[in-house]
T-cell receptor, first 113, second 113 residues
Framework: QQQVKQSPQSLIVQKGGISIINCAYENTAFDYFPWYQQFPGKGPALLIA???DVSEKKEGRFTISFNKSAKQFSLHIMDSQPGDSATYFC????????????WGAGTKLIIKP | ETGVTQTPRHLVMGMTNKKSLKCEQH?????MYWYKQSAKKPLELMFV???????ENNSVPSRFSPECPNSSHLFLHLHTLQPEDSALYLCASSLQAGGYEQYFGPGTRLTVT
């Protein structure tokens, strides 16, 4: 119930292509869904986040799509660049559990020049 | 120094050693967290401190002992560790516990021999 399942585990995309990472959850009480980006030797950093009152949120080349009925959300990276190569984590939390983040296992993204 | 800093960055210790990890945040935040990051697994929340009070202890073995002397500093005291405790230990902070963006340090890579 508390798990967040993330796929794929790794992803290789050509420069300029679209990278798509998916996450699924079971707990319908989750109400906050952030994505974090982690570069080697660094800690994760918040990239973009969404709440379930909207179905999509866009920030530059990064878009979160949220499907409440399917209990899924995904990260789309448009015009992927080599500098986007990193590990991406989705997470979820609910306000009545003190917003403790439940994390996905991560996706290692490699953008080939 | 800005953001969240962690020392040491790398640590090798034997199973009978006692060592401590240090985290310092320069962001004026009131909540601090310890996470364990293992390869291909979700981040595991270990401890949460909010305004210097421990609010979460996610069934962490007693060989890990946290200390939060003030809102800017967090320690993780280690003793009698096991090889399976080898991992990247991440410290994070946020304005308060619950629903706020978490800022991560670069982590301490711990190897238990």
């Amino acid at each position: 119930q508390q798990q967040v399942k993330q796929s794929p585990q790794s992803l290789i995309v050509q420069k300029g292509g679209i990278s798509i990472i998916n996450c699924a959850y079971e707990n319908t009480a989750f109400d906050y869904f952030p994505w974090y980006q982690q570069f080697p030797g660094k800690g994760p950093a918040l990239l973009i986040a969404i709440r379930p009152d909207v179905s999509e949120k866009k920030e530059g080349r990064f878009t979160i799509s949220f499907n409440k009925s399917a209990k899924q959300f995904s990260l789309h990276i448009m015009d992927s660049q080599p500098g986007d190569s990193a590990t991406y984590f989705c997470a979820a939390s609910q306000s009545d559990s003190n917003y403790q983040l439940i994390w996905g296992a991560g996706t290692k993204l490699i953008i080939k020049p | 120094e800005t953001g969240v800093t962690q020392t040491p960055r790398h640590l090798v210790m034997g199973m009978t050693n006692k060592k401590s990890l240090k985290c310092e945040q320069h962001l004026g935040h009131n909540a601090m967290y310890w996470y364990k990051q293992s390869a291909k697994k979700p981040l595991e929340l270990m401890f949460v401190y909010n305004f210097k009070e421990q609010t979460e202890n996610n069934s962490v073995p007693s060989r890990f002992s946290p200390e939060c002397p003030n809102s800017s500093h967090l320690f993780l005291h280690l003793h009698t560790l096991q090889p399976e405790d080898s991992a990247l230990y991440l410290c994070a902070s946020s304005l308060q516990a619950g629903g706020y963006e978490q800022y991560f340090g670069p982590g301490t890579r711990l190897t238990v021999t």
